[in-house]
């Protein structure tokens, strides 16, 4: 079992930075691949960024290539996202998901969902 709470959402002007922590419980985070999702208002649930246990392989949605930085730090248990360039686009609740395993870009194959944390971006 693993518990995770997201933080560091908030209202930034677009081309803005944010960074998005996810906190993770238990003993085992390294065990895990942390994906970061996001919904936006009418929209479904869709893969932002990926990254594997050790930290060593990341994959990202394409519209966000070169402004988000996923990124994990194992022994503080914690997943950040650094999100710089900031588009009205991406407005939307984010949401930290882990799962054992290869990663995957599809929600129902993660077990484990943190709260979500809202970022707007204001034109």
């Known amino acids: 079992q693993v518990q995770l709470v997201e933080s560091g959402g908030g209202v930034v002007q677009a081309g803005g930075s944010l960074r998005l922590s996810c906190a993770a419980s238990g003993r085992t985070f390294g065990s895990y691949v942390m994906t970061w999702f996001r919904q936006a208002p009418g929209k479904e649930r869709e893969f932002v960024a990926a990254i594997t246990g050790s930290g060593g392989g990341t994959s990202y949605k394409d519209s966000v290539k070169g402004r988000f930085t996923i990124s994990r730090d194992n022994a503080k248990n914690t997943l950040y996202l650094q999100m710089n360039s900031l588009k009205p686009e991406d407005t939307a609740i984010y949401y930290c998901?882990?799962?054992?395993?290869?990663?995957?870009?599809?929600?129902?194959?993660?077990?484990?969902w943190g709260q979500g944390t809202q970022v707007t971006v204001s034109s």
């Open positions: 998901a882990a799962r054992r395993g290869a990663w995957t870009p599809y929600v129902y194959d993660y077990d484990y």
